[in-house]
């Protein structure tokens, strides 16, 4: 089997790794705008089994000559270009797998993938990917659900937390500070509630909780956790639910305050006669700062936290994944769960795992216990545990 990787930035370098080694793929095409990055990762690999091709997207029919050779995509591009390349990969009849948020021409792009009997399978990689997994395995094991919990996080571990935003970067600076002025939804009580970046990191919304193996740290809302029930198929039962994200403690309060004053803001403002867009400032000044040296590890967790009714009893249902960074092949916790995890849904994919064709969501349409059987193989553990409530 073949397969296209498509971008071998931060996360692409371990898809790459993973899909290099795999006995599955016999062949490994690793495309990117540059390569300068990659190539002391492609002296590692075996060169018979890996070509690297510098490619820009969107150069008219470059893309096409590839997908010709290959049985599967994996695309790890920034936001602006995967409206680019997710449907001529469906036109060319190709098994298409990302770690972004589905968008919302995916629903009709996934009826020409079914028709042309491809799976177009986006959200899989760590948050989202892991987590909806985790979450649709905890809600099925409950006869009725009453509260599903997503957490998810990526951090410094505490004695390389060693600035004062005791954060630093193993995802794209610009997607940390994007996410941070995206809305939240939840529900509290029954009732759904929406929240605006502004309300994300006011104190009310935030709140601290001790996470096993880890310690304390404090969680905010961020992302829209009320349209997985339909995923789930608990809309009818479920009186709480949360997607959130976890920080050592502190750090909500900082970045309301930044948020406040117009930090994170795109609007331009003239600073000496020079146009300066707030978010582009804050990204180019933090960024140099907030970079892991080489013996420093980070932390990638998920936790998910479902409670119902099980045999008639009121249960809480927890899965959770921690995983550190391999100072031995040098990737990062983030690399190792959002880039090992879509090479393995391509692997699922090509395997037979995954047969299901057209747009699928993780949380329903992975077979959980095979997801969490090759996390295991490379090192990455899941517990589980139930108490009653």
């Known amino acids: 089997m073949k397969v296209l990787l498509l971008g071998v930035g931060l996360q692409g370098k371990a898809a790459l790794y993973d899909l290099a080694t795999s006995p599955l793929v016999s062949h490994v095409i690793a495309a990117d705008v540059d390569l300068t990055g990659v190539r002391p990762l492609l002296e590692r690999l075996p060169a018979d089994r890996v070509t690297a091709v510098q490619m820009d997207v969107r150069q008219p029919n470059l893309l096409e000559t590839y997908l010709q050779q290959v049985d599967a995509v994996v695309a790890l591009l920034p936001k602006t270009l995967r409206l680019e390349v997710a449907p001529r990969v469906i036109h060319s009849g190709v098994h298409f797998v990302e770690t972004s948020y589905a968008l919302p021409e995916y629903q009709a792009l996934g009826e020409e993938a079914a028709a042309r009997g491809v799976t177009l399978l986006p959200e ?207 990737f990062l916790a983030m690399q190792r769960t959002v880039g090992f995890t879509a090479s393995i849904g391509a692997q699922m994919i090509l395997r037979g795992d995954i047969q299901k064709r057209g747009l699928l969501a993780p949380g329903r349409d992975v077979p959980s216990d095979v997801l969490i059987a090759e996390l295991q193989k490379r090192g990455i553990e899941v517990k589980r545990w139930e108490d009653e409530v």
Do not use: C
């Not at 892991?130 to 409950?142: S, Y």
């Not at 390389?160 to 509290?188: C, D, E, H």
């Not at 996470?211 to 349209?227: H, K, L, P, S, T």
């Open 124 to 330: 899989f990689g760590l948050d989202p990917g892991i987590d909806l997994v985790l979450a649709g395995r905890a809600v099925r094991e409950l006869d009725e659900v009453h509260e599903l919990h997503v957490y998810g996080t990526g951090v410094p571990e505490p004695k390389a937390a060693n600035n004062p935003l005791k954060y630093k970067i193993s995802w794209t600076f610009a997607g940390v500070l994007s996410a941070y002025q995206r809305p939240a939804r939840m529900m509290q009580d029954g009732q759904i509630v929406e929240l605006t970046p502004a309300q994300m990191f006011s104190p009310e919304y935030v709140r601290l909780m001790d996470v096993e193996g880890i310690g304390r740290m404090e969680a905010y809302y961020n992302g829209d956790a009320v349209r997985y029930l339909d995923v789930f198929g608990v809309r009818d039962t479920v009186r709480s639910t949360g997607r959130y994200t976890l920080r050592w403690p502190g750090h909500s309060a900082f970045w309301k305050v930044l948020v406040e004053l117009g930090f994170l803001n795109e609007e331009p403002i003239e600073v000496a006669g020079t146009p300066v867009v707030p978010r582009q400032f804050v990204h180019d000044l933090l960024a140099p700062q907030l970079q892991y040296a080489p013996d420093e590890r980070d932390i990638a967790a998920i936790r998910v936290e479902a409670v119902g009714l099980k045999d008639g009893r009121q249960k809480r249902i927890v899965y959770q994944m921690v995983d550190y960074r391999d100072l031995e092949t040098g």
